[in-house]
């Protein structure tokens, strides 16, 4: 059973361009939940999601950034018209819709640098 | 806002040695859980801790929790240099989102 997976890992991009994150969960988790994280500190939580439905969004910045999750496909993290201040590690997390789901499983990450 | 805060905030040891690091929430818990973290990796679940329970082990690890004062500790026995890394205590999770504390950096020496 692969974990989640994320890509890119690594992304670079200008300032004023569009950041694509993706997100597949762990095969039977309909529960994604994305975080981020600067350099030194500890994950902030910025959105929740279950298939087609955003839960809890609570920790999205408020212009720029959204985040989907398709019946079909991985969940997407989209950035857009970055700034430098974008730049972190984004890191998914999935969990499954059973008992047990406590415990999130992270993927790697995806490193965003905004030149 | 911040909810776990873990201290201390860097640790340096000798293998063999024990660790211990602590966390301290604001609110009241379902349950509260540990992450490992490596260097430019993702987490790691180590071990969740409900608020029912006031000891949990696993293997070389033993977490504490204490609901009354709202803390939470992890000892890793016999540390080897394998264990360096950020350990992070979380709480929430489910349909709730974890909150993280900033973590500690453990460093064992070989």
Redesign the interface.
């Known amino acids: 059973n692969a974990g ?1 997976m994320q890509n890119p890992r690594h992304l670079v991009r200008r300032r004023g361009q569009e950041a694509r994150l993706r997100c597949s969960p762990m095969k039977g988790h309909s ?1 994604v ?1 994305w ?1 981020r994280q600067l350099p ?6 910025m959105v ?1 999601l279950q298939k087609e439905n955003i ?2 969004e ?2 999205m910045p408020k212009e720029r950034f959204s985040a989907e999750f398709p019946k079909e496909g991985p969940s997407i993290l989209r950035i857009q018209q970055v700034v430098r201040g974008d730049s972190a590690a984004y ?1 998914c ?1 999935s ?1 499954p819709n059973s008992r047990g ?9 995806t490193r965003l640098l905004v030149l | 806002s911040q909810q776990g805060e873990e201290d201390p905030q860097a640790l340096s040891i000798q293998e063999g040695e024990n660790a211990t690091m602590n966390c301290s929430y604001k609110t009241s818990i379902n349950n509260l859980q540990w992450y490992r973290q490596n260097s430019g990796r993702g987490l790691v679940h180590l071990i969740l801790i409900r608020s029912n329970e006031r000891e949990k082990h696993s293997g070389r690890l033993r977490v504490t929790l204490d609901t009354s004062k709202k803390s939470s500790s992890l000892l890793i026995t016999a540390s080897r240099a394998a264990d360096t890394a950020s350990y992070f205590c979380a709480t929430g999770g489910g349909s709730e989102k974890l909150v993280f504390g900033k973590g500690t950096k453990l460093t064992v020496n070989p």
């Open positions: 989640v529960h939940y975080y030194e500190e500890g994950l902030k939580f929740y839960i809890d609570s920790g890191f997390a969990s789901r406590e415990t999130q499983y992270f993927g790697p990450g």
